[in-house]
């Protein structure tokens, strides 16, 4: 499904296609709709009559073919009370009108963007309609052979008209490169095993350079010299080599250290020898969803020409049970020098990232560190599909993180750490045990990631349970919402750059 294109003019009704206004539960029909209205014979304001319309939040009333205008149809959109809306609710309310107008099969429509109540509707909020506009508007169907053209839904040109249309494309602009950066995540996250192994993710990140991003891929060989052991030992019973790929966008002060992100990028995960049961297994084809958040945040930050300095870090691994597979009970060497016992090969997503956090913390020495990762099936049991969960060894950047979620609606919730929970990972036979058992799951999963970071500031994502499989919203229909992009978009905007 085509992506809505989102244009700017200034506030009026078109005379046709589809017009979309909006409509506050009061019913009063803000200045340029009522003009309207008053030109058309009240068509509109008998039709809320009859419909008995409530104008409920993001309820819609479809008045087809409207007599005495040339327009397709005029779409009503609740906004509830206005009051009640939070920031975050400014794209989803672009979402809803994006549904509406995609389950009508409209081609070109226009929003009147204002208010009954005597509010202006701002610049970025009137952007905020747009980018979830856009947001909803993706699809992932690049497999799809037999498309019915008649079933289609045509890409919609939809214009937001109002009143101050150039005040409102410098606030589009950022959005338009997040609604890429988030489409580049979805794509990534959705491409099936077969097509997207380790050295295809790798090229699809090598393409950022376009955006003027310095991508940097090491391959089996560097990996090797280098230690990277504990990263090889998840990689070794698959077919597909390993990759780590470091993207760096310098947009800020020269000599300014950068923050950095990490993402897992289990391309695959089998579990290994510890294979996983059948059941589900096809929903791995995503566990390389934090690699696939830091490579669209990249693109998100390189489009909009943020003004930082910025790293991206990703490891890009198959984990398969074929003959050359690890064991549980081998122990590995970890670029850090500290040694693992594998328990449990299915625990893997511990073992790529500790590597490519210690190399990030000693060789990008960066302000922070934020890795993503869809580490354990545990956070799904703690905290469901609705929040992200955020360990952090910095309450800073873990408040930061939360107020970003909160502007964004990609929430968070902070779960603990300490070095009760850390002895759970100590091991008989090395350093330290890559599983802690059942209790606890993603905590133990945390503390280990938190053994290879040292004084860095840094807070962990898991997003096992909002990178996929996500629900239907405003913002998204399909089985990955992107999320985090959004969210770490709004972090460095308003805290990391001039
Ligand atoms: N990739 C999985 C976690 C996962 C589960 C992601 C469900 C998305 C949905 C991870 O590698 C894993 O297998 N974790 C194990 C850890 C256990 C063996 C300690 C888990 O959560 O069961
Ligand atoms: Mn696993
Ligand atoms: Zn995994």
């Known amino acids: 499904m085509p992506q809505p294109s989102v244009a700017f003019a200034k506030l009026a009704a078109p005379e046709t296609g589809v017009l979309v206004l909006l409509l506050a539960e009061d019913l009063t029909l803000p200045p340029a709709a ?99 506009a856009r947001l909803r508007g993706w699809s992932f169907d690049a497999y799809k052979s037999k498309k019915k053209d008649e079933d289609e839904p045509k890409a919609v040109k939809l214009t937001l008209t109002v009143e101050s249309p150039s005040a409102a494309k410098k606030a589009w602009a950022p959005r338009d490169a997040v609604a890429d950066g988030s489409a580049l995540t979805r794509d990534l996250i959705c491409e099936p095993a077969n097509v997207l192994g380790t050295e295809e993710f790798a090229a699809r990140a090598k393409k950022l350079e376009k955006l003027g991003v310095e991508v940097e891929i090491l391959g089996e060989k560097e990996l090797k010299k280098a230690g990277w052991n504990a990263l090889l030992g998840v990689a070794q019973g698959s077919k597909r080599p390993p990759r780590v790929v470091i993207m760096r966008w310098n947009g800020g002060e020269k000599g300014e250290a950068p923050i950095a992100f990490v993402g897992k990028g289990v391309v695959f995960d089998s579990g290994g020898i510890s294979i996983k049961p059948a059941a589900g297994m096809e929903d791995m084809k995503g566990d390389m969803g934090g690699a696939a958040v830091v490579t669209g945040l990249m693109h998100a930050l390189a489009a909009r020409k943020a003004e930082v300095n910025v790293v991206g870090a990703i490891g890009l691994v198959e ?16 670029l850090s020098g500290q040694t693992i016992e594998v328990i449990n090969t299915d ?18 020495k960066p302000a922070f560190i934020v890795d993503l990762a869809t580490l354990t099936g545990a956070i799904l049991v703690a905290l469901g599909k609705i ?29 603990p750490l300490s070095a009760d929970y850390d002895k759970l990972i100590d091991s008989t036979w090395a350093d330290m045990k890559n599983t802690g058992g059942r209790d606890a799951g993603s ?40 999320w985090g992009v959004r969210l770490l978009d709004r972090l460095v905007a308003d805290h990391y750059e001039k």
């Open 34 to 132: 009522a003009a309207f209205d008053a030109k058309a014979g009240g068509v509109l304001a008998r039709a809320i009559a009859k419909a008995a319309f409530k104008a409920k939040q993001f309820a819609t009333l479809d008045v087809v073919a409207p007599a005495g205008t040339d327009l397709d149809r005029v779409i009503a959109v609740g906004l509830g009370k206005p009051a009640d809306l939070a920031e975050k609710d400014w794209a989803r309310l672009g979402g809803a009108v994006a549904a509406k107008l995609l389950e009508v099969k409209a081609t070109t429509a226009t929003l009147l963007v204002e208010r009954a109540d005597g509010v202006a509707v701002t610049p970025d909020q009137a952007a905020d309609i747009g980018l979830g």
């Open 319 to 334: 984990n398969m049970p074929d003959a050359g597979a690890q064991r549980p009970g081998d122990i590995v060497t970890s």
């Open 347 to 364: 625990a893997e997503g511990r073992l790529v990232l500790c590597d490519v956090l210690w190399h990030v913390k000693e060789e990008v």
């Open 387 to 415: 929040n992200g969960g955020l360990f952090a060894n910095d309450d800073t950047l873990a408040a930061r993180i939360t107020a970003a979620g909160l502007a964004t609606g990609e929430t968070v919730w902070r779960m």
């Open 443 to 482: 905590i133990t999963a945390a503390q280990f990631l938190k053994r290879f970071v040292g004084d860095v500031p840094w807070a962990h994502l898991d997003i096992a349970g909002t990178a996929m499989g996500s629900p239907s919203t405003e913002l998204n229909k399909g089985w990955t919402s992107g």
